[in-house]
């Protein structure tokens, strides 16, 4: 069991730069990866970015000039620094946890799961 909560949503107007942050809790030790999504009114929820726990990061083509992730391990936390925001950057943005499929000597391949936060709200207008 893994809890997400997001915050630093807000508004900021166009230009303008802002950071979110994701603080996790519970099972920890389950967890491999954590990523940052969006979904846009009348869009799909789509991926931003996604670091490992060793500080990999992935980033969608699109995102990557503007968004970067990163975490702090000793906080359980990940961050996304957002710049140069834009009125459709408006949204909301979602931390997501992945504890990936593993293997058990009892149970052989124990299925994985996808953890989410509630979203934190980021509006870009002036």
């Known amino acids: 069991q893994v809890q997400l909560v997001e915050s630093g949503g807000g508004l900021v107007q166009p230009g303008g730069s802002l950071r979110l942050s994701c603080a996790a809790s519970?099972?920890?030790?389950?967890?491999?990866?954590m990523a940052w999504y969006r979904q846009i009114p009348g869009r799909k929820r789509e991926l931003i970015a996604a670091i490992g726990r060793d500080g990999t990061t992935t980033y969608e083509d699109s995102m990557k000039a503007r968004f970067t992730i990163s975490r702090d391990n000793a906080k359980n936390t990940i961050y996304l620094q957002m710049n140069n925001l834009r009125p459709e950057d408006t949204g909301v943005y979602y931390c997501?946890?992945?504890?990936?499929?593993?293997?058990?000597?009892?149970?052989?391949?124990?299925?994985?799961?996808?953890?989410w936060g509630k979203g934190a709200l980021v509006t870009v207008s002036s």
């Open positions: 997501n946890a992945e504890k990936p499929p593993s293997w058990s000597a009892s149970e052989g391949l124990v299925r994985g799961t996808d953890y």
């Open positions: 519970g099972t920890l030790s389950e967890i491999n990866a």
